[in-house]
């Protein structure tokens, strides 16, 4: 029997399940990956914006990061809403300790009802130590601004965010999201050498709370599995994409995207075969 492959998500929370966490939990289980988390913050937040945060103690969130390593060492690590410059050094530590397991950076720093996930005294250390030990880094076009100091406009903007994230700043590969760059839903994934340009189809719906999450979270699962990279970041964009298709209509805000919508695609899930 082959060895059940894991992933650990080192992010926030969500009670109405749609983001964070729990977009990752339900993500890595509709890919077949063992799912483990590590909570950093957790926030009362639902379909219409951010109530209240609570952030973990540091030595709490090492206790976590401890239980999980002296036990499952998992085969992929992401990362979304972290929050200070104490926790990225923390995590960093561990992430260095494991060069082998592919990590990837969800750079969050603001819910899509604009409250800030992360503070912004933490945006130099989140570009100086976190992006260069990232196998894929995965900023949507505001985040993507931060990170190269300049304004994204066009798609051809968004490779030279690409280039300057890979070639300048460190990381493996880019993939910078076009969710919120007009009509095109067009991403952009770059590795050093190659430029992908990733396009699907635009759905109409406000039912995208927690898709950053979700397209990152396929990326981890699908690397936790050992597909190769370009072809882990292509399959994550049909997985969003799916989940996007088939809204569940429900909460009163930014519903949540359905991530079971791969299945009514017909899309396969492990490589090969069909559910
Ligand atoms: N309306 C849409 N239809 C189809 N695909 C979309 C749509 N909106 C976003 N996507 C895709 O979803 C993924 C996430 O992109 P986006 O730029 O929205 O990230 P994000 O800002 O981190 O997520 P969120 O909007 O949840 O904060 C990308 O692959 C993007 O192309
Ligand atoms: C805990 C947490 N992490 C991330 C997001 C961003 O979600 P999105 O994927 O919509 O950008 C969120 N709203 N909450």
């Given amino acids: ?10 992010a926030g929370t969500d009670p109405t ?11 890595f289980q509709e890919r077949e990956v063992f799912g483990m988390s590590v909570i950093t913050s957790a926030v009362a937040q639902n379909t219409m914006g951010v109530q209240a945060v609570e952030h973990m103690p540091i030595a709490f969130i ?3 990061l401890k239980s999980v390593f002296d ?15 104490d926790m990225m050094q ?7 300790d494991r060069p082998s397991v592919p990590y990837i950076l969800d750079p969050v720093m603001v819910a899509t009802s604009g409250d800030a996930l992360m503070e912004e005294a933490s945006r130099e250390v989140l570009k100086d130590e976190l992006l260069p030990l990232a196998k894929v880094v995965t900023p949507n076009v505001p985040e993507a601004e931060i990170l190269i100091n300049s304004k994204i406009e066009t798609i051809d903007d968004m490779k030279r965010a690409a280039r300057l994230i890979v070639d300048g700043k460190g990381a493996t590969s880019a993939v910078v999201k076009g969710g919120h760059l007009g009509e095109d839903v067009t991403d952009v994934f770059y590795d050093g050498h190659e430029m992908v340009l990733l396009s699907g189809e635009r759905y109409e719906t406000n039912h ?23 072809q882990a970041v292509e399959l994550a964009k049909e997985f969003v994409s799916a989940a996007l298709q088939y809204p569940l209509g429900i909460g009163k805000g930014n519903g949540p995207t359905n991530h079971w919508g791969y299945r009514l695609k017909g899309l396969p899930n492990q490589k090969g075969s069909d559910m």
Avoid at 17 to 27: E, F, M, N, P, V
Avoid at 214 to 225: G, R
């Fill in 62 to 64: 090492e206790e976590q």
């Fill in 71 to 85: 036990d499952i060492v998992p085969d992929a690590i992401k990362t979304g809403m972290v929050s200070s410059v």
């Fill in 1 to 10: 029997m082959n060895q059940i492959k894991s992933a650990l998500t080192i």
């Fill in 90 to 96: 923390l995590i960093a530590t561990y992430i260095k």
């Fill in 208 to 230: 995208t709370h927690g898709t950053g999450c979700t397209f990152a979270a396929a990326i981890t699962a699908e690397l936790a599995k050992g597909t190769e990279l370009k």
């Fill in 17 to 27: 399940g749609g983001a964070g966490i729990h977009a990752d939990l339900k993500t």
